[in-house]
């Protein structure tokens, strides 16, 4: 072991670049896009832009965010990933301070998508710089950590943006810049230093790994689909649908928040604990029962306890992917190109996904109900593909054995 390799298993010098990746995580993905929901009708209500032009707008960072899950790992190749990593921070602080001052729709557009970019980098790139520096048995829990600041940016963004928004909507974009400047300086140094190569692990054979990785880039796109119609239309659907007014709306979403902060660490804890892919069934299969909680039940109680485990699912979900690469590919070069492609098809999805649910809602005039449907459908065709592949592997397990 290396002497800077021995300094990362340190305790106290290991959490050092994961408060790193944890502030790209909520600077690049946790305020870069969530942020922006609360923002929408005060957009619309200082008219800087028609209604129809906030909501393209918002589209942007979804869009940059594909471009960057593709772009990141060639800007590593060219540039070191911490460079591009600190680079894209600073882009997302830039892109804060040039939104506040909307000098025309193509202006803001264009930020709004470099803001996407940003975080699709992020993603690809923050995670597997620090992974490899920590210890295998506590690599779940580490990543969990890491992206802790996407479920962070969701809960700013229904506490810390209401705030600022007393004071203004151009302060309100100053206020963001300055903080993802002060996350940017926080975290310049905490990047560790050199890329190591991390040990051989045990992984499944070489059919096996090719089908589970497969079937993981389905799951994952299958997710993304399954969690865009609660982070859309939940607040709207407690609010209007059921007649519980903004502040029943704003409760649910605060318990979304909860549920977003506390979900990555959970599940990099429990992949840790049982593995990813036992953590991957048992959390798709939580997933569809709060799902149908939505379906079935108009209590506030069984929708708040709902929507904690709704919220856990945008942030947690990627700790339990990642772990999963690790699992089943060899070698740190294919198990960051594993992850690139893993974060392209859940870029693609999601934002086909935001589209979609979108025209269901104005086709079907407004029934939630449809929504919640097909993102729980998303989910189940998710956990029968991870069910079919168990069974897959047991079928083979005892031909062989009968064959032997």
Same mark, same amino acid.
């Given at each position: 072991m290396?002497?800077?390799?021995s300094?990362l ?11 790193a990746?944890?502030?790209a ?16 009708? $005060?957009?619309?209500?200082a ?12 589209? $942007? ?8 899950? %593709? ?13 591009v ?18 000098q025309s ?6 930020w ?23 210890a295998?048995?506590r690599r ?10 996407i ?13 600022l928004?007393?004071?203004g909507?151009?302060?309100t ?19 560790p230093r050199?890329h ?20 993981l880039?389905?799951?994952y ?17 407690v609010?209007?649908?059921?007649g ?27 992949a ?7 953590a ?12 149908g909680?939505l379906?079935?039940?108009?209590? %506030?109680i ?12 945008p ?5 339990l ?15 960051n190109t ?22 269901m809602?104005? $086709? ?6 449809l929504?919640f449907?097909? $993102? ?6 998710a ?16 031909t062989?054995?009968g064959?032997?």
């Amino acid at each position: 072991m290396s002497t800077d390799t021995s300094r990362l298993a340190n305790r106290g010098s290991l959490w050092l670049p994961i408060w790193a990746g944890l502030c790209a995580s909520l600077v690049g993905i946790g305020l870069a896009r969530f942020a922006y929901t609360p923002l929408l009708p $005060a957009l619309i209500d200082a008219h800087w832009f028609p209604a129809t032009a906030v909501v393209y707008l918002g589209a $942007a960072n979804l869009a940059g965010y594909l471009i960057g899950a %593709l772009a990141g790992r060639p800007l590593a190749a060219r540039w070191s990933n911490v460079t591009v990593l600190r680079g894209m921070m600073l882009l997302v602080t830039v892109s804060f301070f040039a939104c506040a001052w909307p000098q025309s729709q193509v202006w803001f557009f264009a930020w709004r998508l470099v803001s996407g970019i940003s975080g699709g980098v992020i993603m690809v790139l923050a995670a597997t710089s620090i992974l490899p520096h920590v210890a295998a048995k506590r690599r779940g829990l580490a990543s969990g950590a890491i992206f802790l600041g996407i479920g962070l940016g969701i809960a700013a963004s229904g506490t810390l943006v209401p705030l600022l928004l007393s004071h203004g909507l151009q302060l309100t974009w100053l206020g963001l810049g300055a903080l993802a400047l002060l996350l940017s300086a926080s975290s310049w140094f905490g990047w560790p230093r050199e890329h190591l190569h991390a040990p051989s692990e045990p992984i499944e054979t070489k059919h096996q790994a090719s089908l589970g990785v497969q079937v993981l880039f389905v799951q994952y796109a299958l997710m993304a689909a399954g969690l865009v119609a609660p982070m859309m239309f939940l607040v709207d659907y407690v609010s209007r649908g059921l007649g519980a007014g903004i502040h029943g709306g704003a409760l649910i979403w605060t318990l979304y928040g909860i549920g977003a902060i506390v979900g990555p660490v959970i599940y990099g804890f429990v992949a840790d604990h049982v593995g990813a892919r036992s953590a991957i069934r048992w959390v798709l299969l939580i997933q569809l029962v709060a799902l149908g909680c939505l379906l079935e039940s108009r209590n %506030l109680i069984t929708l708040g306890a709902a929507s904690v485990v709704i919220g856990s699912f945008p942030p947690g979900i990627v700790p339990l992917a990642l772990a999963r690469v690790h699992q089943l590919v060899p070698g740190r070069v294919a198990q960051n190109t594993t992850w690139s492609r893993a974060t392209v098809s859940f870029a693609s999805f999601q934002a086909i996904a935001g589209y979609a649910y979108s025209a269901m809602f104005s $086709a079907s005039q407004g029934h939630y109900g449809l929504l919640f449907a097909v $993102a729980g459908a998303a989910i189940g065709l998710a956990l029968l593909a991870e069910l079919a592949l168990l069974w897959k592997g047991s079928l083979e397990r005892n031909t062989a054995a009968g064959a032997g």
